[in-house]
């Protein structure tokens, strides 16, 4: 049952992971001929201070992008699975970024957030119109704004759907006791919601560790390093600088972070134990 | 129920996986079509090429050619995959340069100095120059030159009490004039940096001549550390600093034109950029044309500057190039293509008649007969007289310099680095 899926990802995921861990211990443009590298890459990619700033700039991203979404996503999400029609309606409204491509998206932010023609000139805004995405102070922090106007909707998603699991009893059971709504939140809801949160936190961590499209094009790394993070410092090292070796390395070093937070994470949520929270299983 | 440990991992592994994928994914070839291929870039002379080719097809219907369009970035990252691993069309468009050397040295595409003479004979010995590698013939130009201009909004320039700058220092009033009249005195696209390093290119060209790239070409230990081009790099600071860019220029996007409509709509009165948004001008802008306000000048002079105030920095052209690794009909096809097609006269027509000047010698009489002739004539004198015409920095040097090269530039027009600062980081690349 499970052969098909284990080919795809076979050949999709293990074999091209080889492949990069091969091409991390050699030079290669692209073009020429390959020659033998041993760990220069390590060293060279160790040593490089743009790498080392995208590194922590990844995880500065990621940290900052679950901030923003997880507790938004979760009271949208919450606030969704109530049964009354407007919110239904509005429910449609807050899933449509779903719907949109991310360069889509991106494009559309460039614009709006343009100095000289954005919406902040055309409405004649001063506070909106700031220098979004040319700032190195402020990029990064529009760039997480983007990431989660497209992604929050997702993560409601899920949470309406965890929300929408949990018996209707206990919150009978609980407005009988005298449990107001902001009670029934945090000792039903919340407990019940234990392994969404922790299945969306996880999506969010590795999404946005290997975040790329909208950043690449928002910013496209820039101002200067400020939005370089490390799936794009891998991406322009292969493919702008054609520098094959010490982009796979960036693309080991990614692997390596984004199967130690998700395993840490299940680990450290206990949802490894992921026993299920139903009635009569 | 319970997730066995090896699967859970497997499952992990999984969620991380797309980014490696995505490193050996490229270079499968589109609608891979018998015969001749070639692959051309969308925007400037797309129509031109494209009417070209169909002109070729329908007189050569035994030899079609299959052209297909990219993006300008997305070209970039696909030819060379595509190249490298022998799926390249049988023309590949280029900018020569160091990719090209890189494509000699790699036996990635053929001499075609004997079978394209015909059209390299008539073509400035300037342009035809850079497709030359050890003085054989591995790249023919394709379409228009594209001198990098400083063009005017004249009428910003005038409301402001001030003129086309001819010299460094009437440029830095100038700066000053605008500025007290509230617009942004250049234009700049610095989110995209490669209109950054026109800026930097002229002002090393003006301060030291070609002298000063030319040790960065040459590979010499401290060219970027050489007093001119700290000079050069230095005046970027200076203009930085006077606000000569506005504030936001680093928000500013080259590819959606979001730099030249600043001219456009009066909101900056200068920017320095390639002579292919000059069509862009007549599309958006075309009272502003047509009443004279829009005016197009060389570099300003640096006054105790060593440079050719004739000397021209930009693209001397796009080019032809035949791979390798296509089939001997293929190369034969490609290569009359080459010396039949190219700048015949309806592909010199359909050039011109968008504003763009191919590289031919001889063409005054032409050009004079067009209707809008000012522009025209005027980039096709720049080339025709320039002392030198230099190949856009980052073409000219080897990608992995190329890339620290914008990104160093970037941050020197950020204030993140000073001059000497630029120039340390730029000696370690060499």
Redesign the interface.
């Known amino acids: 049952m499970a052969a098909p899926a284990l080919i795809l ?1 076979g050949v ?3 074999v ?2 080889f ?2 861990a091969a ?1 991390s211990l050699v030079h290669w ?4 001929d390959i020659t033998w590298a041993g760990f220069d890459n390590w060293q060279a990619a160790a040593s490089d201070p ?1 790498s080392r700033n995208a590194l922590w700039l990844t995880v500065k991203l990621t940290v900052l992008c679950v901030l923003f979404q997880a507790p938004v996503s979760l009271l949208l999400g919450v606030f969704l699975a109530g049964r009354q029609r407007y919110r239904a309606l509005l429910a449609t409204l807050f899933f449509l970024p779903l719907l949109f491509s991310s360069a889509a998206v991106a ?1 559309t932010f ?2 709006l ?5 954005g919406a902040g000139s055309a409405l004649d805004l001063p506070l909106l119109t700031q ?6 102070d402020l990029a990064l922090y529009v760039i997480v704004f983007v990431i989660g106007w497209c992604f929050i909707p997702f993560h409601t998603l899920i949470y309406q759907a965890g929300t929408r699991q949990i018996p209707r009893e206990l919150y009978e059971a609980a407005r009988m006791d005298g449990a107001g709504t902001v009670h029934q939140f945090l000792h039903i809801t919340l407990p019940m919601l234990k392994y969404t949160i922790v299945t969306s936190t ?2 969010m961590t ?1 999404g946005s ?2 975040y ?1 499209d909208l950043i690449f094009v928002l ?2 790394g ?4 400020a939005t370089r993070v490390l ?1 794009l410092d ?3 090292t ?7 070796g010490r ?2 390395v960036l ?1 080991l070093v ?2 390596a972070v ?2 130690a937070v ?2 840490g994470l ?1 680990r450290l949520t206990g949802a ?5 929270q139903s009635e009569g299983s | 129920m319970k997730l066995g440990t090896r699967r859970r991992t497997l499952l992990a592994l999984g969620a991380a996986a797309p980014v490696v994928a995505a490193l050996g994914a490229c270079g499968n070839k589109p609608g891979a079509a018998d015969g001749a291929t070639a692959w051309g870039l969308t925007g400037g002379a797309e129509e031109a090429m494209r009417a070209s080719f169909e002109a070729w097809n329908k007189d050569n219907p035994d030899n079609e050619i299959t052209a297909e369009y990219f993006a300008n970035d997305a070209y970039k990252e696909k030819i060379r995959t595509a190249i490298g691993s022998g799926n390249a069309p049988t023309l590949v468009f280029g900018w020569a340069g160091a990719t090209l050397a890189d494509y000699v040295a790699n036996d990635q595409v053929v001499d075609v100095t004997e079978s394209t003479s015909a059209l390299t004979d008539r073509l400035l010995p300037s342009v035809a120059q850079v497709g030359m590698v050890d003085g054989k013939v591995y790249a023919v130009p394709n379409n228009q030159s594209q001198p990098v201009v400083l063009y005017h909004n004249n009428d910003v320039l005038e409301a402001a009490g001030t003129q086309i700058p001819t010299t460094w220092t009437e440029l830095l009033a100038a700066v000053e004039a605008l500025k007290g009249a509230d617009v942004i005195p250049i234009a700049l696209a610095g989110q995209s940096v490669w209109p950054e390093l026109m800026w930097i290119s002229y002002l090393a060209d003006r301060v030291g001549g070609d002298a000063a790239f030319q040790r960065v070409l040459d590979g010499e230990a401290g060219a970027w550390s050489h007093p001119d081009m700290v000079r050069a790099a230095q005046m970027i600071t200076e203009l930085v600093e006077a606000g000569a860019f506005g504030d936001g220029f680093a928000s500013v996007v080259a590819d959606a034109g979001a730099d030249h409509a600043l001219v456009s709509t009066g909101k900056a009165a200068m920017i320095l950029q390639g002579s292919w948004i000059y069509p862009e001008f007549l599309t958006n802008a075309p009272d502003l044309v047509a009443s004279g306000g829009l005016r197009f000048s060389t570099f300003p002079v640096v006054e105790d500057g060593a440079g050719d105030p004739t000397a021209i920095v930009g693209n001397p052209a796009n080019y032809w190039s035949i791979t390798a690794s296509s089939s001997e009909d293929d190369q034969a096809t490609a290569a009359d293509y080459l010396s039949e097609a190219v700048y015949d006269d309806a592909h010199i027509d359909s050039l011109l008649a968008i504003g763009a000047v191919p590289p031919v010698a001889g063409l005054e009489d032409r050009i004079a007969e067009e209707e809008d002739p000012e522009f025209l004539d005027f980039t096709y004198a720049m080339v025709r007289d320039a002392a030198s015409f230099e190949l856009s920095w980052d073409q000219a040097i080897p990608a992995e310099q190329a890339q620290e090269l914008l990104n160093n530039l970037s941050r020197l027009f950020l204030g993140e680095l000073s001059a000497e600062e630029f120039a340390a980081a730029m000696d370690a690349t060499l």
């Open positions: 990802f999709f995921a293990i091209p992971l492949g990069v091409l443009d692209g073009l020429g743009v494009i460039t614009a957030l343009d100095p000289n023609f220098n979004w995405l040319g700032d190195p996880t999506l590795v560790l290997t790329f910013t496209g820039g101002p200067g390093n799936p891998m991406y322009l292969g493919f702008r600088s054609y520098d094959m982009a796979s693309a990614l692997v984004g199967l998700s395993l299940n490894n134990r992921m026993e299920s």
